[in-house]
């Protein structure tokens, strides 16, 4: 599965480059608990072009999505990574969502 935050432009290039800055090193640090679940991070571009949304979407991607409780708690580490600070204070952070993959020979 994974989890998407959609940020609108209002929010502004520095806001979504800390986001990012702070989801990258967070998964290259193993700091995100638990860290052995995520697979990925994405940015993706949809501000402009032929399937535009008018959004930059940040994406988590992670396995296990059948274990409810590790993917809460890796959720929930996940949005105070991405809003902390660099004085450590918490930022706001934009409403993500879940959303689950398909496996393949296995029915959801």
């Known amino acids: ?37 995520i697979t990925g991070v ?8 032929p399937r535009a949304a008018n959004v930059i979407r940040l994406e988590v991607w992670f396995t296990n999505n059948d274990d ?3 993917v809460q708690t890796l959720k929930k580490n996940v949005e105070k990574c991405m809003a902390t600070r660099l004085d450590g204070s918490q930022g706001t952070l934009p409403k993500g969502e879940t959303k689950a993959h398909q496996t393949p020979g296995k029915s959801h």
Do not use: C
Not at 24 to 30: H, K, S, T
């Open 1 to 37: 599965g994974h989890f998407q935050f959609q940020l609108r432009p209002n929010v502004g290039g520095g806001q979504v480059d800390e986001y990012w800055n702070n989801l990258v090193l967070g998964m290259i640090g193993a700091t995100i608990e638990p860290a052995n679940m």
């Open 42 to 49: 994405r940015l993706v571009d949809k501000l402009s072009g």
């Open 68 to 70: 409810t409780t590790a």
